[in-house]
Nanobody, 128 residues
Framework: QVQLVESGGALVQAGDSLRISCAVE????????VAWFRQPPGKERAFAAG????????????DYAESVKGRFTISRDDAQNRVHLQMNNLKPEDTAVYFC?????????????????WGQGTQVTVSS
């Protein structure tokens, strides 16, 4: 059973950059599709970015919500067994709790119910 632990959330100013990380424990991260979802105050959890599992030496594709495309980059560090989300040019509307999620199987996966393993979340607050 895989476990996910997020870290790196912080209070930053608009225009700043921040990298948050998801430590994958128990199994190799490359064997899972891992995504970042975010939940702003009073709103539903929504997909932000995902990276596809490696299966039979193929995979690693990335997918982004339109609202973060060009500003956020998801990457996987196999040596550290982590998935990172680099966030540039942050905006106040990026303020949310960011959750890491993992699943195996079809791609792409953008819906909350498509993921069966979740971390506890990390708070990102962007001040104007």
């Amino acid at each position: 059973q895989v476990q996910l632990v997020e870290s790196g959330g912080a209070l930053v100013q608009a225009g700043d950059s921040l990298r948050i990380s998801c430590a994958v424990e128990g199994r190799p991260a490359r064997h899972y599709t891992v995504a970042w979802f975010r939940q702003p105050p009073g709103k539903e959890r929504a997909f932000a970015a995902g990276i596809r599992e490696i299966l039979r030496q193929t995979g690693g594709d990335t997918d982004y919500a339109e609202s973060v495309k060009g500003r956020f980059t998801i990457s996987r560090d196999d040596a550290q067994n982590r998935v990172h989300l680099q966030m540039n040019n942050l905006k106040p509307e990026d303020t949310a709790v960011y959750f890491c999620a993992a699943a195996q199987g079809s791609w792409p996966r953008r819906l909350v119910w498509e993921y069966n393993t979740w971390g506890q979340g990390t708070q990102v607050t962007v001040s104007s």
